[in-house]
């Protein structure tokens, strides 16, 4: 039974899936995704469809279990945001209660403006997740292992690219439904879409 590991862009997927499926005006932090509901939801869907696939054709199919889930994410500063600094450390060790789930941050950049505010930027998460995939697939073994990129940002696209060279035909992405799916050009790479219903089940519900 072949064992999945998913990289996941942690704000990338939390903010698209925010602004597609939460109301509007709803604080980011009121639907945050808890990243091993998020691998359970996206090994559901593709277990599935590839079942029913498999059933018609008349082929044999191994659903995949999760071997990982890792999760990067970008760290408030104590400073300047002390209670979203304290709603990530206590979200942190929540989510990491399973042992299958790790929770890699990276400090919050914060640049001042003239009129005393500061303008907030995720830096270097893009390249840990870069990473993280490459490593995945070159050590993903040829029969028992797929490495799944949950991300919509296009940056990512030359490290799937080399992860694929790397892995073929084991690396796969995932996403929600109507947003932009990640691909390799000339590749045929199998893609897992979550609609709002498996949305709702990635929540995490626990008040931080």
Same mark, same amino acid.
């Given at each position: 039974?072949?064992?999945?590991?998913? $990289?996941?862009?942690?704000?990338?997927?939390?903010?698209?899936?925010? !602004?597609?499926?939460?109301?509007?005006? @709803?604080?980011?932090? =009121?639907?945050?995704?808890?990243? +091993?509901?998020?691998?359970?939801?996206?090994?559901?869907?593709? *277990?599935?469809?590839?079942?029913? +696939? /498999?059933? %018609?054709?008349?082929?044999?199919?191994?659903?995949?279990? +999760?071997?990982? $889930?890792?999760?990067?994410?970008?760290?408030?500063? *104590? +400073? =300047?945001?002390? /209670?979203?600094?304290?709603?990530?450390?206590?979200?942190?060790?929540?989510?990491?209660?399973?042992?299958?789930?790790?929770?890699?941050?990276?400090?919050?950049?914060?640049?001042?403006?003239? *009129?005393?505010?500061? !303008?907030?930027?995720?830096?270097?998460?893009?390249?840990?997740? #870069?990473?993280?995939?490459?490593?995945?697939?070159?050590? /993903? !073994?040829?029969?028992?292992?797929?490495?799944?990129?949950?991300?919509?940002?296009?940056?990512? @696209?030359?490290?799937?690219?080399?992860?694929?060279?790397?892995?073929?035909?084991?690396?796969?992405?995932?996403?929600?439904? *109507? @947003? %932009?799916?990640? #691909?390799?050009?000339?590749?045929?790479?199998?893609?897992?879409?979550? !609609?709002?219903?498996?949305?709702?089940?990635?929540?995490?519900?626990?008040?931080?």
């Amino acid at each position: 039974m072949p064992t999945a590991h998913i $990289v996941v862009d942690y704000q990338n997927i939390h903010l698209t899936a925010h !602004d597609q499926f939460c109301p509007a005006g @709803e604080a980011p932090h =009121h639907c945050l995704i808890h990243p +091993l509901h998020y691998a359970h939801q996206i090994l559901g869907a593709r *277990n599935l469809v590839k079942r029913l +696939l /498999a059933e %018609k054709g008349g082929h044999e199919f191994k659903p995949a279990t +999760l071997g990982s $889930v890792t999760a990067f994410r970008g760290l408030p500063s *104590n +400073l =300047h945001e002390p /209670a979203a600094y304290r709603r990530s450390q206590a979200q942190q060790s929540e989510w990491t209660r399973d042992s299958r789930c790790r929770v890699i941050y990276r400090p919050l950049k914060y640049y001042k403006r003239s *009129n005393g505010s500061f !303008d907030v930027k995720e830096k270097g998460i893009d390249v840990l997740v #870069a990473l993280e995939l490459v490593q995945r697939a070159a050590s /993903a !073994d040829a029969e028992d292992s797929v490495v799944i990129l949950a991300a919509h940002d296009t940056d990512q @696209e030359p490290a799937l690219e080399l992860s694929n060279r790397l892995a073929p035909s084991r690396v796969e992405t995932s996403g929600w439904q *109507n @947003e %932009k799916r990640l #691909a390799v050009k000339g590749v045929q790479m199998w893609h897992t879409f979550l !609609d709002r219903d498996r949305f709702e089940r990635c929540i995490d519900r626990k008040g931080y």
